[in-house]
Structure formats: C-alpha cells, structure tokens
C-alpha cells in the first residue's frame, strides 16, 4: 500500500511539475474545440467555427501600431506692453554738458513718475511698492 502511494505521489509530482507539456497545436485544438462547442450545436456550422477558432490561435500575432494623439498647440498671441515715454525734462542749465534734472513737484515729474509707477500719488510724491512700503519717487536718468 506504501508504495502505491509511494509511486502515485511521484507521478502525481512529475506530471504536474511541468506544466508546459502540450504544445502550441494541442493548445489551439482545445481552444477552437471549446470554442465551437459554446458557439453551435450544427456539425457544419461547429466545424466552421473550430475551423477559424484554430487558424485565428496558430496565427502569428501581429503588432499593432496605434499612432499616438497629441493635442494641437494652442497658438498663443503675444502682445508686447505698451511702453509710454515721459515726457522731456526741463534742463535746469542752458550749458549742453549739464545733466537733465527733474524738479520735485513739477508737472514733468508727475508725469514721469506716474508712468514709472501705477501707484504714484501726486499730492504725497511717493509710490507704493510691491512689499506694500511707501516710497518717494525718484527720478532716474540713463
């Protein structure tokens, strides 16, 4: 009794052990015959579909190549600032060697530091700066 089960667990273990007896043919035959039997109970319409089952298993597998859909770019305008020029300094020397001056308060320099600063404020003289401090305006020449 010992070595019936001795010799049924060896058998048992060698045939299991390596499941890739059945070739690629007795694969596809099993498959299409399955699949002609879930599909029709006719002996020529379950031949047929064994038929093409069978073919369409032993066939080589064919890549397919889907091309890859990209989003068009969106074509963005880009407008350039309007830059403004301010408006001619008054000289305070008639000499052409002497620096442009600007004079604090004078209408030339409310205009240049409006357009240098949004948030220039006339009556103070003083703009305020991106940190929220109050700052007087200062004129800058190149």
């Excluded at 089960?5 to 052990?17: D, H, P, R, W």
């Excluded at 600032?81 to 008639?94: K, L």
């Amino acid at each position: 009794m010992k070595r019936y089960l001795l010799g049924l667990s060896i058998f048992a273990v060698a045939t299991y052990a390596n499941p890739a007896l059945a070739t690629k043919t007795d694969y596809c035959a099993a498959y299409a015959r399955d699949f002609a039997d879930a599909q029709s109970v006719d002996k020529t319409l379950w031949q047929h579909k064994y038929d093409i089952a069978s073919e369409a298993c032993l066939a080589e597998p064919k890549a397919i190549v889907q091309p890859i859909k990209t989003k068009p770019k969106s074509k963005k305008t880009v407008t350039e600032p309007q830059i403004t020029v301010p408006a001619e300094p008054q000289t305070t020397s008639t000499s052409a060697s002497a620096k442009l001056k600007l004079e604090t308060g004078s209408d030339n320099w409310n205009t240049y530091c409006a357009n240098k600063y949004t948030s220039f404020n006339v009556k103070k003289g003083t703009y305020t700066s991106h940190k929220g401090v109050e700052r007087k305006c200062i004129v800058s020449y190149p």
